[in-house]
């Protein structure tokens, strides 16, 4: 049996594909599964019911979309270092859309017609976020991306990851899995759908319907990151929020520390500001409070003083008039006593006479009596020797 080495086969591959002439400037009719453009060559997949078949084009001036039914002229290619087998399209016509895209496109309608899309049932993703619940193939690429820019950017966020395959026939399955075993999950806050990108066939799990009708009735946010920016499918549009790609999913769930940190200190000077407005509005406040109680004490204090001085003149007015009316009084009693002094009548000329030390009426003096008589300036006593009637 004879040996080849790597090299020799791959040659003898292209040699046999080179001169097959039936392979040389041919028209391949497909469905477009994949198509992406890089410095004007087109990277694009053909497909039908069963097989695909990778290709390209050069000078590349048109883009198709995935799903497109396209006819293409050009040839079979087989390249030895990479050893594959490339149709080589030197022009490219649509002719349609593909039975997949059109599937989609009926699915897509039919949940847009019952509600599946509607913002109002969406569930905003909050702006801090601790945990996150990855529903990925724990072994690809994209899980690790998104652990590399969710812990660059935000080293205490929690990843918890559910393992599911994101292709083939078991897929639809298990990332349903991974969304409600998430949902039931109390330390999880949001949960991340993501794989990489890849043709309509391998993106076809994401298109399901019952795993639609699982994202929509699911209670906590679910980021849908699936694909390039320019795949869209099913899970997108039922998702409370689309990412263009898992990387930038790892960046919405995340804020950079040094965005953090700023935050903070915004809303500290912001506090400090408040607080230094507050204490000079108080400050203020109290000042005038305290100028305001000195001009009610200071006029509480001259109101009192004012009625306390009309007070004291009203008291001086009466006692000065009750002091000259007692004056005025006890000047005519003095004058009434004056008049009434014995002393003053005796110096008038009259006298005091008494018998037997008791004053007597004239009427009971007779002839003969011995008085006693007291003028103002002498005692007399004298005897009646006479009696007569005026």
Do not use: W
Request: aromatic share 8%; with cysteine.
């Amino acid at each position: 049996m004879k040996v080849f080495t790597v090299s020799q086969i791959n040659k003898i591959i292209k040699d046999l594909i080179d001169n097959e002439v039936i392979l040389e400037d041919i028209m391949i009719t497909g469905e477009l599964s994949s198509f992406s453009i890089t410095r004007n060559i087109a990277y694009f997949t053909l497909k039908d019911n069963d097989n695909l078949l990778n290709c390209i084009q050069f000078n590349a001036r048109a883009e198709y979309k995935i799903g497109d039914m396209v006819q293409c002229r050009g040839n079979v290619k087989y390249y030895p270092k990479g050893g594959k087998l490339t149709f080589t399209a030197l022009s490219i016509e649509a002719c349609g859309q593909g039975e997949l895209y059109q599937q989609f496109l009926k699915m897509k309608q039919k949940l847009q017609d019952e509600g599946l899309f509607d913002e109002d049932h969406k569930i905003p993703i909050p702006k801090f976020i601790n945990s996150v619940g990855v529903v990925t193939s724990k072994t690809g690429a994209v899980l690790q991306d998104i652990k590399n820019i969710a812990f660059r950017r935000n080293p205490n966020i929690d990843i918890y990851v559910y393992d599911a395959q994101v292709q083939g026939n078991f897929a639809v399955q298990q990332v349903i899995e991974g969304i409600s075993y998430f949902d039931n999950l109390s330390d999880v806050d949001v949960i991340i759908v993501a794989r990489g990108g890849g043709s309509i066939e391998d993106l076809m799990p994401f298109n399901s319907e019952e795993l639609a009708r699982i994202a929509y009735i699911c209670n906590k946010p679910i980021i849908s990151a699936v694909g390039h920016e320019t795949d869209f499918s099913i899970l997108d549009f039922v998702a409370d929020l689309r990412a263009p790609t898992p990387s930038a999913a790892a960046e919405l769930i995340t804020y950079d520390n040094l965005e953090i940190i700023q935050y903070i200190k915004d809303l500290q000077s912001n506090l400090n500001s408040i607080l230094e407005n507050k204490i000079i509005d108080i400050d203020s406040n109290i000042n005038y409070n305290i100028l305001n109680i000195e001009r009610l004490i200071n006029e509480s204090i001259n109101s009192e003083m004012i009625y306390i001085n009309d007070i004291m003149n009203d008291i001086e007015h009466y006692l000065d008039k009750n002091i000259d009316n007692t004056t005025y009084r006890v000047n005519i009693l003095l004058n009434t006593l004056d008049k009434l002094n014995p002393m003053k009548l005796l110096r008038s000329g009259y006298a005091h006479i008494m018998k037997d030390n008791q004053v007597i009426n004239y009427k009971n003096i007779n002839v003969g009596d011995v008085l006693d008589i007291r003028t103002s300036g002498m005692k007399l006593k004298a005897k009646v020797t006479n009696k007569e009637k005026l």
